[in-house]
Structures are given as C-alpha cells and as structure tokens.
C-alpha cells in the first residue's frame, strides 16, 4: 500500500495537467474528446482509490493499466495480462498530454479498455488479411495460429468483461460514446 500512496502526488500532477488543458479538448474531435473523459475519469478513479487505502491490483474486476519500470505498459484484469497492443494506449495519453510514470498503475475507465481490446482484435484481423490467410489454420505454421488464435479469444473474453462493466455502470451523457 505504501507504494501505491506514492503514486499520489503522480497523479495529481497528472490530473491538474489534464485539468487544465480540458477547454483545448472541447474543440477536438469526438474521438478526442472521448478518449480525454476516459483518460480523466481512469485518473480521477485511481486517485480515489488510492486516497482511500485501495490498492489497484486487487481490483477483481476492473481493467487496471500497469507501467513496467521500462516504461512498457501492460493491461491486467484480474491479474492476468490482456493481450493487447500498447501502442493505442501511449498514443491515447500521449494524445491526452499525460506521461505515465513507471511503475504506475491505473484503474483503467471500462470505456478505455475496450477501445484498446477492439483495436488489438482490428490489428489481428489486418495482420492476417495481409498475410494473405482467410481462415485456414492449415497454411500457418501451427505454432504462429495457435497464438494469434489464443490470442483472439483471450480479447474476445476480455472485451466481453468490458462490455459488461459498461452496462453496470449508470447511464451517463458519454455512454454512447464509440472512439476507437
């Protein structure tokens, strides 16, 4: 817990930041402007969480981003890896202006998760159109369709859980939102 708690004046840092820029963010896109509610709401959640004694790793059900000391960041739920691509994600809070800390960890917004999950599920399926294989488990080497198979369904599980947090939550004027 006393790890976590150091994270706090991290994450104040982070959300005065993005505080501030929110009136740059009414002008963006949709997409922008959805990834920026996301952003700010899997902030102020961690925040919260931490002020009050919670640690993020224990979250059961939640989506919780961990940042590697190398700076790699990794999506967890329930402890366990979700295979996705990091790339979205440090373009989302890169896009955003928030540079995550290493060795800091975020409750991650359910919306956010499943953006991330739909765009690893996009770049398999574009991987394998490029690759020229339509479905024939045949033509991979056994090895490399295992993966992307098992892969494939840890996202589809993954972005199932998403979409189920989504609906326990209460309906909000950014329900609706699709940023992708």
Same mark, same amino acid.
């Given at each position: 817990?006393?790890?976590?708690?150091?994270?706090?004046?991290?994450? &104040?840092?982070?959300?005065?930041?993005?505080?501030?820029? =929110?009136?740059?963010?009414?002008?963006?896109?949709?997409?922008? %402007?959805? #990834?920026?509610?996301? /952003?700010?709401?899997?902030?102020? &959640?961690? *925040?919260?969480? $931490?002020?009050?004694?919670?640690?993020?790793?224990?979250?059961?059900?939640?989506? /919780?981003?961990?940042?590697?000391?190398?700076?790699?960041?990794?999506?967890?739920?329930?402890?366990?890896?979700?295979?996705? *691509?990091? *790339?979205?994600?440090?373009?989302?809070?890169?896009?955003?202006? /928030?540079?995550?800390?290493?060795?800091?960890?975020?409750?991650?917004?359910?919306?956010? =998760?499943? #953006?991330?999950?739909?765009? !690893?599920?996009? @770049?398999?399926?574009?991987?394998? +159109?490029?690759?020229?294989? %339509?479905?024939?488990? !045949?033509?991979?080497?056994?090895?490399?369709?295992?993966?992307? #198979?098992?892969?494939?369904?840890?996202?589809?599980?993954?972005?199932? $859980? +998403?979409?189920?947090?989504?609906?326990?939550?209460?309906? @909000?004027?950014?329900?609706?939102?699709?940023?992708?």
């Amino acid at each position: 817990m006393g790890q976590d708690r150091s994270q706090l004046p991290v994450l &104040s840092r982070q959300l005065e930041s993005l505080s501030l820029r =929110a009136e740059c963010f009414r002008d963006r896109d949709q997409e922008e %402007r959805d #990834w920026f509610v996301s /952003v700010l709401a899997s902030l102020q &959640s961690t *925040d919260q969480l $931490i002020t009050t004694g919670g640690d993020p790793r224990a979250a059961a059900r939640d989506f /919780v981003l961990e940042v590697s000391e190398s700076g790699k960041m990794i999506l967890k739920q329930s402890g366990l890896p979700v295979p996705v *691509d990091e *790339d979205y994600l440090e373009h989302v809070f890169l896009t955003m202006g /928030v540079s995550l800390a290493p060795g800091q960890l975020i409750l991650l917004e359910p919306r956010l =998760a499943k #953006w991330a999950i739909e765009e !690893s599920l996009w @770049g398999l399926e574009l991987d394998r +159109a490029l690759s020229g294989s %339509r479905g024939e488990l !045949s033509e991979l080497p056994l090895t490399a369709g295992l993966n992307a #198979w098992s892969r494939k369904r840890e996202l589809v599980m993954a972005i199932r $859980i +998403a979409e189920e947090l989504l609906e326990r939550e209460s309906p @909000g004027p950014y329900q609706q939102t699709r940023a992708v």
